[in-house]
């Protein structure tokens, strides 16, 4: 059974840091190419950040570079987004997606920054 379980989530204030985690099962992560999307209310999902299976490529989103940082464990099947000088417009439910020969999803956690 395919399980992408994302943890982290909260409420922080303006300028704050949240660590995002995903941990996978039931397919093989390291072949992977591992994503973070994002929904805002009233929003379409947009992509954050990915990696790729081996982590030689990294892509970050124009709204988050040089503030996130996307890295992944695969002894740990573990995605992880470091989330720095949060902004009330990062505010959204954050999904970790796999993306291979095919697709999966996580449930998403809630990221709320405000004061």
């Known amino acids: 059974q395919v399980q992408l379980v994302e943890s982290g989530g909260g409420l922080v204030q303006p300028g704050g840091s949240l660590r995002l985690s995903c941990v996978a099962s039931g397919f093989t992560f390291s072949r992977y190419v591992m994503s973070w999307y994002r929904q805002a209310p009233g929003k379409e999902r947009e992509l954050a950040a990915y990696?790729?299976?081996?982590?030689?490529?990294?892509s970050y989103a124009d709204s988050v570079k040089g503030r996130f940082t996307i890295s992944r464990d695969n002894a740990k099947n573990t995605v992880y987004l470091q989330m720095n000088n949060l902004k009330p417009e990062d505010t959204a439910v954050y999904y970790c997606n796999a993306r291979w020969l095919l697709q999966y999803w996580g449930q998403g956690t809630q990221v709320t920054v405000s004061s």
């Open positions: 990696i790729s299976s081996t982590g030689g490529t990294i």
